[in-house]
């Protein structure tokens, strides 16, 4: 695609083979002023309400709590709590931060791997907005792009392990975790490869919650999970 459009949206190779090399390109000090001015607005931005609403809710269900003081439920894989505890342990405040630049670097990662072109992506208003309530969907969009250059690199033990994350956001982390997947072609022992990782920590989740996703279903019922119009 050619003109201003074409511009925005591609970032010159999409050649999976040159998947590395675009990964580990210099950023440009326009990539470092916007992510710097979005890191500067997560910072002054912390103390008011409205910042890291998601992000509350991660921290609250590491420690037990499922819903939220405003009233949101927890309706994520059991298995992401040891993530979010961890992330928890300085201080709701900070690791909010933290969690949302970990984000950020998510949705970097992932427009130098698909050759997006990282500016616009991070400056999107939906972008922006998931960075400021500490959703998880830079870290599944980080993820996604990672299993895509691992199936391209046939390492398959690391494309089981990311799926982990990818599916954080099941809408639309799991049909785009199958589709990179089943594009890849694997092999019959490539499956048996990609769920060395999955499948203990998925039954250990079980084994250390019970079962979950009734849990989460019977939340579901008594509170529903609120809409958003944005694009993630």
Do not use: C
Not at 123 to 131: E, Y
Not at 184 to 210: D, K, Q, T, Y
């Amino acid at each position: 695609m050619k003109g201003p459009v074409g511009w925005l949206l591609h970032d010159g190779d999409r050649d999976p083979a040159r998947i590395g090399e675009r990964v580990r390109t210099t950023a440009t000090p326009t990539e470092l002023l916007v992510v710097g001015s979005i890191v500067a607005v997560l910072v002054l931005s912390t103390p008011y309400s409205g910042s890291g609403i998601d992000w509350e809710i991660f921290a609250g269900a590491a420690d037990g709590e499922f819903v939220s003081d405003r009233g949101l439920g927890y309706y994520y894989a059991y298995w992401l709590l040891p993530i979010f505890e961890v992330y928890a342990l300085p201080g709701l405040t900070v690791g909010g931060l933290l969690w949302s630049i970990t984000n950020l670097g998510g949705v970097w990662f992932a427009s130098r791997v698909f050759g997006a072109r990282s500016v616009v992506v991070l400056a999107g208003f939906g972008t922006l907005s998931g960075f400021y309530t500490g959703t998880i969907t830079g870290v599944a969009l980080g993820a996604l792009a990672g299993m895509y250059w691992a199936a391209h690199e046939r390492r398959w033990t690391l494309v089981g392990g990311l799926s982990l994350l990818a599916v954080a956001k099941p809408q639309w982390g799991l049909p785009l975790a199958v589709l990179i997947v089943l594009q890849a072609r694997p092999p019959l022992a490539a499956w048996f490869r990609m769920a060395i990782v999955p499948l203990p920590i998925v039954v250990a989740s079980f084994a250390a919650f019970g079962w979950w996703p009734g849990e989460i279903l019977g939340r579901a019922s008594e509170l529903p999970p609120e809409g958003n119009g944005s694009l993630w």
